[in-house]
């Protein structure tokens, strides 16, 4: 394919339906990026990030960073996509199987990219059509995954009545990206954003609002793809932090933790800071252990 047909591809959210459409694009892009980029700019202060920079066909504009310990290249992909095929349909009984969660996260994380990266290509004047697509379809991504897992997930409102003295005077209304059921019963409210940039704060006050309304404290999970953007000019590019550590830190101390949050690729302090590493883990967590505690 070429970037003009990856284009016209991505922009109609109709071609991704199934986990499968997901990986069919995927293979696409890193076919078209094995020998049809204008150059490859590695980051110059976090090395593990690159910048794939298009020819004419894609105005010169160079991507967000990808994380080259995570993407996965397409002599690999082939064998990534068996695998996770098979964590999907086995998911219950990988618990162990580190290498296989390993692949479950970088697999996710490599076909959302490729749509990301394909619609930074995108001239700047269409740049926020480009991140309501892309975080539109990493929402679809995340929901169609876990409906693969077998549980029942949708996106839309959920009605809290609000009750004084035994009667109930109105109804309020709160919208979220995934609200898991069983029994016909709300078992955990998740949101999936791309990154946490300018969101954080709504995901800790929206559980805290909704628990301390209903009087249940119903889980919350917060899912995220990355945190981090390209900083510097062409071709001095690096990376900056998206994630708000002071903000993070302090909800979940003073306000409420959040019952779950899950990110395909972990900052580095999230690894290091001993508040962020309890409550911040890998994506292949919620799939694996997880959701089935909240079910």
């Known amino acids: ?8 591809y991505v922009r109609n959210k109709e071609n ?29 202060n976090e090395t593990q ?13 160079v991507t967000r960073p990808i994380n080259s310990d995570l993407l996965i290249f397409i002599n690999e992909f082939s064998s990534s996509r068996n695998t996770f095929a098979y ?24 076909c959302q990219q490729s749509i990301g990266a ?5 001239p700047a004047g269409e740049s926020n059509t480009a991140r309501k ?22 996106d839309g409102i959920i009605p809290v009545p609000i009750v004084v003295n035994g009667e109930e005077l109105f109804q309020m209304v709160y919208q979220h990206d995934l609200i898991i059921e069983k029994d016909d ?43 981090v953007q390209r900083k510097g000019r062409e071709p001095e590019f690096g990376v900056n932090t998206t994630f708000l550590t002071g903000h993070f830190k302090g909800y979940t101390v003073k306000l409420n933790p959040l019952d779950g949050v899950y990110y395909c690729d972990l900052r580095p302090v999230m690894r290091s800071d001993s508040i962020l590493k ?3 883990r890998t994506l292949d967590c919620l799939l694996v252990e997880d959701i089935w505690k909240f079910l």
């Open 1 to 8: 394919m070429k970037l003009s047909q990856l284009l016209k």
């Open 16 to 44: 991704f339906k199934t986990v499968e459409d997901y990986s069919c694009f995927c293979e696409k892009y890193l076919t078209f990026i094995y020998d049809s980029l204008q150059a490859v700019i590695v980051s110059q």
């Open 49 to 61: 990030y690159r910048f794939f920079q298009y020819k004419k066909d894609g105005n010169f504009n």
């Open 87 to 110: 964590a999907i349909k086995n998911i219950k009984d990988i618990s162990q199987e580190t290498e296989i969660r390993k692949t479950i996260n970088k697999f996710i994380y490599t």
């Open 118 to 122: 394909t619609l930074d290509a995108l």
């Open 133 to 154: 697509i892309n975080g539109d379809l990493f929402e679809r991504y995340i929901r169609i995954i876990l409906v693969e897992l077998g549980i029942s997930v949708r």
């Open 185 to 227: 019963g709300l078992k955990a409210i998740g949101s999936v954003k791309t990154s946490s940039k300018d969101r954080l704060d709504k995901m800790f006050i929206d559980k805290f609002l909704y628990n301390r309304l209903t009087n249940i404290e119903t889980p919350h999970f917060a899912v995220f793809l990355h945190d």
């Open 278 to 280: 309890k409550n911040i």
